[in-house]
């Protein structure tokens, strides 16, 4: 196996804004992960951009983690979602360095097809999960810390397969010979694979969570963030926008935003001031977008930790409040 630079279990910069679980997922975190030495080339250009870890691309360039939005319709209820979100709330890096000891990011490890899988017991939402075995290394990452009581995600890719493996609410069993987990998804990067409709994964809008983290070695060596990122809102509607497959709410009103729902920094936002890493997260924002992902904390920007990260260059980021979005349409709400 192989676990990039280093690996990482720690809390949210600054306070967490975990999930209340709901079906499963990811919250505005106390979270951790490997970003790695690098992760290859950027990816395509053109419409679509793409991230990749090793030999393996996140996703073909035409996956909506990975489509240009610049050029998207304003949706016609953008105002009242961004109020529900917080038009004057500021965002938040939650990835980072360390905070109380602890680095701060959601957690992932790199594998290869040597990897043993191991079986997986899933306690809450088996009848929505892919089943085991998973190649989860005994001492693979766990967001939080080995002791963390929040949504404990473990994050596994087999960079020789280029499949993604994501757990929620992990435990080690007999010293990680098996794991214990709410539930869990499995995701072919190679394709444009999508968890089944109505089912979780390890993030309640049923998305996959690595494709979605800012990784250092994407904002700082490459300059450049090719994909969308994944982001937290407090309150949520019972309803969902594809590529999302799953909501986490029971809330009908239409103003709270829908698992899925897409956000772009409007174009002339002038993040000039601000450090050049935020100006890295700017220029993504512009083009690809944020995605709601699960609920948390508002405005929460996911992202893997590194010990090499400028917290304070990243903490630029909570002078950009959610009046400098704008929702584009990219489908309807569905619901169930």
Excluded at 40 to 60: L, M
Aim: hydrophobic letters at 35%; glycine letters at 14%.
């Amino acid at each position: 196996m192989r676990f990039g630079l280093v690996l990482f279990v720690g809390l949210g910069l600054l306070g967490c804004g975990d999930s209340d679980g709901g079906g499963g997922g990811a919250g505005g975190n106390d979270e951790t992960g490997p970003s790695g030495p690098g992760s290859g080339p950027s990816g395509p250009s053109g419409s679509g951009g793409g991230g990749s870890i090793e030999s393996c691309t996140v996703f073909p360039a035409d996956n909506p983690w990975n489509q240009d939005i610049s050029a998207l319709p304003v949706h016609p209820d953008s105002d009242a979602f961004i109020d529900s979100i917080g038009r004057d709330t500021g965002m938040h890096a939650d990835f980072g360095t360390e905070w109380e000891g602890a680095p701060i990011g959601i957690p992932f490890v790199t594998v290869t097809s040597s990897q043993a899988k191991v079986p997986i017991d899933f306690v809450a939402y088996g009848d929505e999960s892919d089943p085991g075995p998973y190649p989860i290394p005994p001492d693979a990452p766990v967001e939080g810390g080995p002791d963390g009581d929040g949504d404990r995600h473990v994050l596994a890719i087999d960079t020789d397969a280029c499949v993604l493996y994501e757990l929620y609410r992990a435990f080690p069993q007999s010293g990680g010979s098996s794991w214990e987990a709410d539930s869990g998804a499995v995701f072919d990067l190679k394709t444009n694979d999508h968890h089944p409709e109505q089912w979780t994964s390890a993030d309640a809008a049923g998305l996959p969570i690595f494709p979605g983290l800012a990784r250092y070695d994407e904002v700082v060596e490459d300059g450049v963030v090719p994909h969308a990122l994944r982001f937290t809102v407090s309150q949520s509607q019972a309803g969902y926008i594809f590529p999302a497959r799953h909501y986490a709410s029971s809330d009908s009103d239409p103003s709270l935003p829908p698992m899925g729902l897409r956000v772009r920094m409007k174009a002339s936002h002038d993040c000039s001031s601000y450090s050049n890493e935020v100006q890295v997260l700017c220029t993504a924002f512009k083009k690809y977008g944020l995605i709601v992902a699960d609920n948390g904390s508002d405005w929460y920007v996911s992202g893997a930790p590194d010990p090499r990260w400028d917290d304070e260059a990243l903490g630029d980021i909570a002078n950009i409040t959610g009046d400098a979005f704008e929702v584009v349409y990219t489908g309807d709400v569905e619901t169930y």
